[in-house]
C-alpha cells in the first residue's frame, strides 16, 4: 500500500491535502502534515508533491540511530514513538525531504498510508495504491 | 494540541528601529471579528489623522480570521492603510498564500510601522522576524525576478508566502500593488506605494501550528460539508471551469461590457477576448489559494519567438481574469489576445494595479483623439485603439515617470484630467478606478458609495439585475440592497471568507463555523457587529475628508446606455442621496 502522485502536473496547489493530512493526526491547521504541496520554483512552474513514496530500502531507516523505524512489508516504514529520540538523521536521509517534522513532540512525521488526504484532492493527484513492494530483509534493520 | 496559538495575537514591526514586538488583542479580536473589522481598529490606532499616506506614520495592516486555517476558502489577507491613490481608507483583500501563512506563523494580525533607511526586506518566521537588506532587489526591472530571489534565500517552501512591489511600487506610483504568489494581488487603493515608501521590497511570512476547535468530532463534519459543497455544488462551477472571464460575453450580451472608455457597453470583438476562446487557446494551468479547493486561478500560456534568434522562443505564463480582461481588453479596443497577455505580463512585472492602468490608459487614447493632448505631452507616442505595442510602450513611460505628464498619468484619471482636462470621460469614482461593470445606477452608485469604491464592496451590479427585471424599483429599495449587502460583506471580510464563496457561508454556516474556531454569537449579534465594522469604516473615511458631496460623476456614464438601459442622472442622484442618508443615520 503506498501514496502514489498519480499526475502532480494537475495539482493546483490548494493544499486540502496537508490539511487533511493533519485532520488524520487528530489536529488542525499544518502541524502534523505528512505531505507537502510546495511550487517548482515559483506557481508558473508548477507544484511538487512531496510524501513518502516507499522507498524498497529507505535510507531514514537505516540511518536511525535507535532503530525507531521499522520497514513495513506493505511497503513504508512505522515510527516507534518510544524508540525515538529525536535527532533527525531521518530527516535528512530523505533526500526527497518527504520527513516532516512535529515540533510538539519533536518527532518525525512520516505518512502511514491511510489515503485520507486523496479524499481531499479535487482532482485526482494523488491515489492510494496497492502495490506489492517486495522488501528484502536482513538489510540491518528491524522489520514489522 | 497547542491550544494557545490564539488569533488574538498581533505582530508589530517597526521598521525605522528594527524592532517587533507582540501583543495579545482579545479586545479587537472578540468584538470585531477580525480581518477588516479588526484592521479598521489598528488603523484607526496607528494612522494619525490627515497625515501624509507617504508618511512613515502610515501604517500596513495585515489581518486574517477566525476560520482561516480550520476552513476551507477563508483565505483571504485583508490589508489596511491609508491610500496614496485616494488619500482615504485603503483596504485591499489578497489570497494566494497570504492568509494561510499569517495564521500559521501564529498572527491574527502585523502592523508595520515606520519606513527603513535603506531597502529591506521583512520575514517572519514563526516567532522570529529578520530584517533583511534588500537594496540589490531594489531597482529590478521585474517584481517576478525579485521574487524568485527572494524564493530561493528564505526557507520554509510550501509553508509560505512572499509578498513583494515592482518598480511601480518603488517609485511610489499611486496605484501599484503588492503581489503575492506571483499571480494574486493587493491590487487596489496603492498598497505597492506604501511599501515603496517605507522602503519595504516584501514581507515574507512563514509557519505551521496547530488552531483551537472546540470539538474535533464537530469540526470535521462541518468541513466537510463546506469542502464538499465547494467541490461538488454547482455554486462554484462558474469560478472554476471558464471563471470569472465568463462575465465577458454574458456582460456584452447584456450591454455591460465597458468598451473603449465606455464609449460602448458592448465590444463587436468580444468573442475574441471571452474566457471561452483564451481557455481554448491559451489555458495552461490552473491554480488555487491555499486552502481553497477552487482552483479560480486562470493562467494563459504566451509562446512567443525571438524575433532575432531563429529556433528560440520563450513561454510566459499569465495571469488572466474578468477585471483584467475588461480592463486592458474590451476597455482599450484590444482583441489580439497576444498583445493583451503581453501587456499583462508587463504591468504584472511592474506591480501595477491592472484595472486602473487600463483605465488610465483608456483615457490617455480617447484625450489623444479629442486632441487634449498630443504626441507633444506623450513622448511622440500616439496611442489608437487596440495598438498593444503603443499601450505597452505608454506603460513602460509611465512607470519610468519620463515627462510631467506621465507623472500626472500615473497618479490616475481622477488627476490627469483635473490638469489636462476630459473630466467628463475620466472614469474614476471616489479617485478609483472604474472596474468592468457598466450594468446601471446601483453600480455606479456601489462604487461612489462603497468604502473602498470597489465592485466587490456591494455588488451593485448584481443589484442592477433586479432593476433590468423590474423597472419601477425606487432609489430607495436599490440604495437598502446595496448597503445591506455591503453590511453583510463586513463578515465575510471579517473571518476573511472569500466572496466568491459567499453563496456556501451563508449565516448559518457563518455562525456554526465559528463556534467551532471559538467564538459563539447569534444571529442577531452578528448582524450589529457588522453594521458596527460597516459604520466605523465610514467614521474613519470621513474623519479622512470623506464627503459625498465631493464626488465626481463622469458625465460619460450617462451617456453610454447600460445593461438596465441609459441612466437617468436624477435618478443616480436620488439613489445616492438616500445611500447617503441611510448611512449617516447609522453614524
Request: charged share 25%; hydrophobic share 40%; with cysteine.
Amino acid at each position: 500500500m503506498r501514496l502514489e502522485v498519480v499526475d502532480a502536473e494537475k495539482c493546483v496547489g490548494c493544499q486540502s491535502c496537508m490539511f487533511a493530512c493533519t485532520r488524520i493526526h487528530k489536529d488542525t491547521g499544518l502541524s502534523k502534515t505528512c505531505i507537502g504541496i510546495r511550487s517548482a520554483g515559483g506557481m508558473q512552474r508548477g507544484f511538487m508533491v512531496i510524501t513518502c513514496i516507499a522507498c524498497e530500502d529507505p535510507p531514514c531507516a537505516r540511518v536511525c540511530p535507535e532503530n525507531a523505524l521499522l520497514v513495513r512489508k506493505v511497503g513504508g516504514v512505522l515510527l516507534k514513538k518510544e524508540k525515538c529520540i529525536g535527532c533527525g538523521t531521518c530527516v535528512k536521509a530523505c533526500i526527497i525531504n518527504a520527513i516532516f517534522w512535529d515540533e510538539d513532540n519533536n518527532k518525525p512525521l512520516i505518512c502511514f498510508y491511510c489515503g485520507y488526504c486523496a479524499k481531499y484532492c479535487p482532482y485526482g493527484v494523488i491515489e492510494l495504491r496497492k502495490t506489492d513492494i517486495e522488501i528484502e530483509k536482513g538489510m540491518g534493520v528491524q522489520h514489522e | 494540541m497547542n491550544k494557545q496559538e490564539s488569533l488574538s495575537k498581533v505582530l508589530y514591526i517597526d521598521l525605522a528601529k528594527r524592532h517587533f514586538y507582540k501583543e495579545i488583542r482579545d479586545d479587537l479580536f472578540g468584538k470585531y471579528i477580525g480581518g477588516a473589522g479588526v484592521a479598521l481598529q489598528l488603523l484607526k490606532e496607528e494612522c494619525p489623522q490627515g497625515i501624509d499616506p507617504y508618511s512613515p506614520e502610515n501604517p500596513i495592516i495585515f489581518s486574517v480570521g477566525h476560520l482561516t486555517g480550520l476552513f476551507p476558502m477563508a483565505s483571504k489577507t485583508v490589508a489596511m492603510f491609508k491610500s496614496p491613490h485616494t488619500g482615504n481608507l485603503g483596504e485591499s483583500h489578497a489570497g494566494g498564500r497570504s492568509a494561510i501563512s499569517i495564521r500559521m506563523a501564529g498572527y491574527g494580525a502585523i502592523v508595520i510601522k515606520g519606513a527603513s533607511v535603506r531597502p529591506c526586506y521583512v520575514a517572519i518566521h514563526g516567532d522570529k522576524v529578520y530584517f533583511r537588506d534588500a537594496s540589490t532587489l531594489w531597482g529590478m526591472k521585474s517584481s517576478i525576478t525579485a521574487g524568485r530571489f527572494i524564493r530561493a534565500k528564505e526557507s520554509s517552501s510550501g509553508f509560505r508566502t512572499i509578498m513583494r512591489i515592482g518598480p511601480a511600487g518603488e517609485k511610489m506610483l499611486p496605484f501599484s500593488c503588492v503581489t503575492t504568489e506571483t499571480f494574486r494581488h493587493f491590487g487596489r487603493l496603492g498598497l505597492g506605494a506604501v511599501f515603496g515608501s517605507k522602503k519595504l521590497k516584501a514581507v515574507v511570512v512563514s509557519g505551521k501550528r496547530s488552531l483551537p476547535v472546540s470539538e474535533m468530532k464537530e469540526y470535521s463534519k462541518l468541513y466537510d460539508l463546506i469542502f464538499k459543497t465547494a467541490t461538488e455544488s454547482p455554486l462554484m462551477k462558474k469560478y472554476h471551469e471558464i471563471g470569472t472571464p465568463m462575465n465577458v460575453l454574458a456582460l456584452n450580451m447584456s450591454n455591460g461590457l465597458p468598451t473603449r472608455n465606455l464609449k460602448e457597453g458592448t465590444f463587436e470583438s468580444a468573442e475574441k477576448i471571452s474566457g471561452e476562446k483564451i481557455a481554448e487557446g491559451y489555458l495552461g494551468k490552473r491554480l488555487a489559494c491555499a486552502h481553497c479547493p477552487v482552483a479560480c486561478i486562470h493562467i494563459a500560456a504566451l509562446r512567443e519567438p525571438y524575433h532575432d534568434e531563429p529556433f528560440f522562443y520563450k513561454t510566459t505564463m499569465i495571469g488572466y481574469d474578468y477585471e483584467l480582461l475588461y480592463a486592458v481588453g474590451s476597455m482599450l479596443g484590444g482583441s489580439d489576445v497576444d498583445g493583451l497577455l503581453k501587456i499583462l505580463d508587463r504591468i504584472e512585472a511592474y506591480g501595477l494595479d491592472c484595472m486602473s492602468t487600463g483605465v488610465v490608459l483608456a483615457w490617455m487614447t480617447e484625450a489623444m483623439e479629442r486632441g487634449i493632448i498630443s504626441e507633444k505631452e506623450t513622448n511622440g507616442l500616439r496611442l489608437n485603439w487596440g495598438d498593444y505595442p503603443s499601450y505597452i510602450e505608454a506603460v513602460k513611460m509611465m512607470v519610468e515617470q519620463q515627462n510631467d505628464f506621465y507623472k500626472a498619468l500615473s497618479r490616475g484619471v481622477d488627476y490627469v484630467s483635473s490638469v489636462y482636462g476630459g473630466q467628463d470621460f475620466a472614469l474614476s469614482f471616489g479617485g478609483n478606478e472604474m472596474p468592468g461593470y457598466h450594468t446601471g445606477p446601483a453600480a455606479h452608485a456601489g462604487w461612489l458609495a462603497g468604502a473602498r469604491h470597489s465592485h466587490l464592496d456591494n455588488a451593485g451590479y448584481a443589484v442592477d439585475k433586479k432593476l433590468m427585471l423590474n423597472k419601477e424599483l425606487l432609489p430607495d429599495e436599490l440604495a437598502d440592497a446595496i448597503i445591506a449587502e455591503e453590511i453583510w460583506r463586513q463578515i465575510l471580510s471579517s473571518l476573511v471568507i472569500c466572496f466568491f464563496a459567499r453563496e456556501i457561508y451563508t449565516p448559518q454556516i457563518v455562525l456554526e463555523a465559528m463556534k467551532i474556531s471559538g467564538l459563539e454569537l447569534t444571529e442577531e449579534k452578528l448582524g450589529r457587529v457588522a453594521e458596527e465594522i460597516y459604520a466605523e469604516k465610514y467614521r474613519f473615511k470621513i474623519r479622512e475628508g470623506f464627503s459625498f458631496n465631493k464626488l465626481r460623476i463622469p458625465k460619460r456614464i450617462f451617456e453610454t446606455p447600460s445593461s438596465a438601459g441609459l441612466i437617468d442622472e436624477n435618478y443616480l442622484h436620488s439613489l445616492l442621496n438616500s445611500i447617503e442618508q441611510k448611512i449617516n443615520a447609522r453614524l
